[in-house]
Every structure is written in C-alpha cells, then in structure tokens.
C-alpha cells in the first residue's frame, strides 16, 4: 500500500506519457484511431515502409551512423580512462575538463562541428592558409558528406567522455590489485590489459554503449543540422513524412518511428542483460 | 593507444627512462584529447565576437559586440526565449523533484511484486529516444490543448527528466540508512516531521545533484519541443538552429555561449559529488 503510494504518481505519468506515446503511435501506424474515424486496422503502412527505398537507405544509413560511432566512442573511451584514472598533478583539473563537455547539448557541439569541418570553416582555411586547398570545394566534404563523417564526428566528441566516467569510475572501484597480481605472475603489458583489466570493465562498456547506440540511433537534430539531404537519417525522414501536407503520409511516419523504438527496445534488453551479468559477477 | 598507456604503478615509476617516457606519452594524450573536446567551442565564442569573418580569413578581419547586443536587446527575442526555456527546464525539474523523489523511495527501499517491471518501465522512456515517443503523444496534447503551449512542453519534458530523478532517487535511497527515522518516530515525531527533520535533511544532497542534471536534460531537449511546441514554443536550441541554418554565424555563437552556462555552472556545483559514481552522469548521454 505504502509502496503503491510513493510510486503510484510517477507510475502514472510515465505510463500517460511514455507508453501512451508508444502505443498511439502503434495503433497510428496500424491505421488504427477510433476517435478521427479510422477504425480497420491494417498493414499498409509496414508495407509500404519496409519496401521503399527511401527508408532502406535511412536505415542503413542510421545503422552506419550509430555503430560506428559507438564503436569508435567506446575505443578511445576505454583509451582515455586508462590515461586518466592514474592519479597526477591536476588530475581533478583534467577530470573536470572531461566532464565538462558532457554538460555541453548536441546541438551546440553539432553546430561547432560544423564551424570547423564545413568546406568554408576553420580547417578549410587552414588549408588554404598552408597552400593545400585553393578554393573552398576542393575541401573534402565532412559535412552533409553521404557518409555522415561531420554526425559521427560530432557523436565521438560527446559520447567519449560519457563512456569514459562511466569506464573511470569501473577502474576505480576495480583498484590495482588484480593487476599487480598478474604482473607477479609475469603478465606483460597488454597481457594485463586484455586478459584482466578488459573482462573487468567490459560490463561497464557495453551497457554505456548499449545507451549511445540507442541515443545515435534516434537522435534528431545532430543529422538534421548536419546531414545530407538524400537519404537522411530515419529520425529525420520519420519527422519529415509527419509534417508531410499529405496527412496520408502519417501512419509511415509512425511506422518509422516504430522501428526506432524496437531498436532501443533491443537495446533495452541488451542493456538489462548485461547489467544482470555484470551484477552477478560483481 | 589502450595498453601503452597504462604504466603500472606497481613498475619503477619516475626516475626510469621507461617511466619518464610513460609521462611524456601519457601528457601528450591528455593535451590531444582535451584539445579535440574544447574544439568545437573554441570557433563559436570567436564567432559571437567577430564582425567580418570572411573566407579564408583564420581569425576575424574586424571584432564587436554586435552579436551579444543583440542577444540581450529586449526586442530580439532572445531573452524571452531564455525565460521560456528556464520556465520549462524549471517546472519540469520540480515536478520530476516532487514525483520522483518518493518512487525513489520505493525501488531504493523495499523488494515488492512486479519490481523489475516497474524498472524497466522507469528504464524505457531514458533509452528510447523522443521522437518515437512525441510522433505518437502529439495527438493527446492537440486533443487537450497542450500542443503549442509552454506547460505542454514542460509535461512533455517529464519523459526523459523523472524517470532520470526516479534511478537518481533510488540510488541514493538505496544508501540512506532508516534507522534514524525510526528512531525519530519512537520519539515521537509524525510522519511529516520526520520526514521534514531526519530524512530530508539526510538526502537533500542526492535531490539537489539529481535536480541539477534533470534541469540539464530538460534543457538539451530538442526534438520534444520542436513537435509539441509547434513552432510557437522557441526554446534556445530551437533559437540557435534557426540562426545556424539562417547563416547567422556570430549570433549563434552569442546564444550558443549563453546556452551552455548553465552546464557549467551546474558541473562547478556538483562536481565534488560526482567523482567515482557514475549514476547521475548516467542519463547525460541523452543531453
């Protein structure tokens, strides 16, 4: 009863909210909403989506952008956290430093991102200033490029640090211990870090990356700032097909956004496994 | 880079060539690494100083003030959309506060039925991202006037801020100790007073850094506002992607500038509480 009380309130706007949002934009996507007069149900929607090319190139193109920036995040992560975690003069400085950009929202990041890699930004006249480009097109092009190299780059300059804390604060509780163990035993260097320190922090690494996949999987508004046109992300192409004047085109906006939420949902279980592994071997 | 660098304390550290040479490698990672996160910053404070600033010019032919006069004229806009967006972020972060503190209590505190239900529904709204969410509940606010109005935004600003309260609150319940509380009650203190006395005094510290980085979430938000907002609802990330895409490169470093403050300042507060645990950075890779 206690318990019903303390969490009956958010229970409630979280269930009014998040799952209220999902399931309207299920049934929406099923062509199915009693209260505007479209009561049969139907696929067409899916069918539609899954067979156009528009939204496979979306696809594979968030897939692209997601994966690899997750993976590249969580490399330089562990990297940067095995640098950071020894204890030296200004440590606190640098930590702080690190975490400060975790404060910073994509937004601002994506439009820096943008300041320096566009074919007229800060590097492109610092090629032309070095005599290695002699107008601005003949800048590679690392924004709106088809390989989404300025999205990718701005996800890595966010995502590192959050990996990162997450990785430092594992080591720290981890200690050095184990690894002086091994050391006795005569591990080298990276035999210490692949077979000791690694199977220890992975737990930690994979449910932070579990979290910026998801996250770089439906963000909206780095590919929106930073994208090419055609194909865009899905959360784009989603967002785009809802404000369509051609309101037929609403249940493939919601299908779209329905394969966003089951990948996260995949994700979420991922998430939930791992953090049971990772609690059991705690 | 993984392994080299992870000199081991337990080797000669120091006055060996090997040590000395770890330290070199390990400083010039940290000054690589810090350069490539302050970066992206460095090209917006000079914008927002700059008045000409033409191809290929690596610094601005001329600097003024022009960019900041504009952000703070009270007819640009750009001050109300400030007040809108601190409105939003803050009623957002206290009804989070207000509901979350006490479901915190809940799963920090006691096993029940259905508990890792309740957590993966707490779980689901931090993971999946918003614009699956807000396609869907758009319909809901137009239906009952919320779309396009401030407090539509902050209750939908809920979804990603009280489920990140909610696993703040239940961590640091997860550590509080109720025998005080109790010991208050045998005294005879109600409810309300010990509550009011023991137990708030003993968490207010968790709320506080909880509060902080829900305000920051709400404050990221983007594509929320966007769909709810309609367009009448301009928030400073919407303000700064209007000025971003206009071209209007010195004002949106101005606003980008006045945007990220609050981060900062929140960081400077909390920092000494954040080192070594990572639960309240955990719902910042949605920033």
């Given at each position: ?18 799952l ?94 943008l300041?320096l ?10 090629a ?49 211990d ?13 035999q210490?870090?692949?077979y ?65 939420t ?21 | ?12 550290a120091?006055?060996t ?46 600097y ?33 506060v207000?509901?979350g ?22 779980l ?133 500038m ?30």
């Amino acid at each position: 009863m206690r318990i019903a009380l303390l969490l009956g309130p958010a229970l409630v706007v979280i269930a009014a909210l998040f799952l209220g949002g999902v399931g309207l934009g299920l049934a929406r996507s099923f062509n199915y909403m009693p209260i505007i007069g479209l009561d049969d149900p139907n696929l067409d929607a899916y069918a539609w989506v899954l067979t156009d090319e528009d939204f496979l190139l979306s696809f594979v193109l968030t897939f692209h952008i997601a994966f690899t920036s997750t993976v590249i995040s969580a490399v330089l992560a562990i990297g940067a956290a095995l640098v950071l975690r020894h204890t030296f003069v200004g440590k606190k400085v640098i930590t702080f430093l690190f975490q400060l950009n975790l404060t910073i929202p994509h937004i601002v990041g994506a439009v820096g991102i943008l300041y320096l890699f566009s074919q007229s930004g800060f590097f492109a006249r610092i090629a032309y200033a070095a005599g290695a480009i002699e107008r601005t097109s003949d800048f590679p092009a690392l924004v709106f490029d088809p390989y989404a190299i300025g999205i990718i780059l701005q996800y890595v300059w966010k995502e590192v640090p959050f990996i990162g804390v997450i990785v430092l604060a594992v080591l720290q509780s981890v200690g050095q211990d184990y690894e002086a163990l091994a050391q006795s035993l005569g591990a080298n260097r990276w035999q210490r870090f692949r077979y000791v320190l690694l199977p220890l922090i992975m737990p930690g690494v994979l449910s932070a990356s579990v979290i910026v996949f998801a996250f770089t999987f439906g963000a909206f508004e780095i590919p929106f700032l930073l994208g090419q046109n055609h194909p865009v992300a899905l959360p784009v192409l989603a967002y785009r097909s809802y404000t369509d004047v051609d309101l037929a085109a609403r249940p493939e906006a919601m299908a779209m956004a329905m394969v966003i939420t089951v990948m996260s949902g995949l994700m979420i279980y991922a998430y939930v496994r791992l953090s049971r592994r990772y609690l059991r071997a705690g | 880079m993984t392994a080299s660098n992870q000199s081991s304390r337990a080797a000669p550290a120091g006055g060996t060539r090997d040590g000395r040479r770890d330290v070199i490698v390990r400083w010039a990672v940290i000054s690589l690494l810090l350069t490539w996160l302050a970066l992206p910053i460095v090209p917006l404070l000079i914008w927002s100083f700059s008045f000409r600033w033409f191809f290929p010019d690596v610094l601005p032919a001329d600097y003024s003030l022009r960019a900041w006069q504009y952000v703070f004229s009270p007819t640009s806009g750009v001050l109300q959309s400030l007040r809108d967006t601190l409105l939003i972020s803050g009623g957002a972060t206290l009804l989070s506060v207000i509901i979350g503190v006490p479901a915190g209590r809940a799963l920090g505190q006691y096993v029940f039925r259905g508990k890792s239900i309740v957590e993966l529904l707490i779980l689901a709204p931090i993971i999946v991202p918003g614009i699956a969410v807000a396609l869907g509940i758009h319909v809901l606010f137009i239906r009952y006037g919320l779309a396009n109005t401030l407090f539509g935004v902050m209750l939908v600003h809920l979804i990603p801020t009280l489920p990140y309260m909610v696993l703040v609150m239940s961590g640091v319940f997860a550590n509080y100790d109720t025998s005080y509380e109790a010991q208050a009650r045998t005294l005879g203190a109600g409810p309300i007073r010990a509550f009011w006395y023991v137990t708030l005094p003993a968490i207010l510290p968790g709320i506080v850094v909880g509060g902080l980085f829900a305000f920051l979430v709400s404050w990221a938000q983007y594509i929320l506002t966007l769909l709810i907002g309609g367009g009448r609802v301009v928030t400073l990330p919407l303000l700064l992607f209007n000025f971003a895409t206009a071209g209007r490169n010195d004002i949106t470093g101005a606003i980008s500038m006045l945007y990220i403050i609050p981060g900062v300042v929140i960081l400077l507060l909390s920092a000494r509480y954040l080192t070594g645990n990572a639960s309240a950075v955990g719902g910042l890779g949605r920033l």
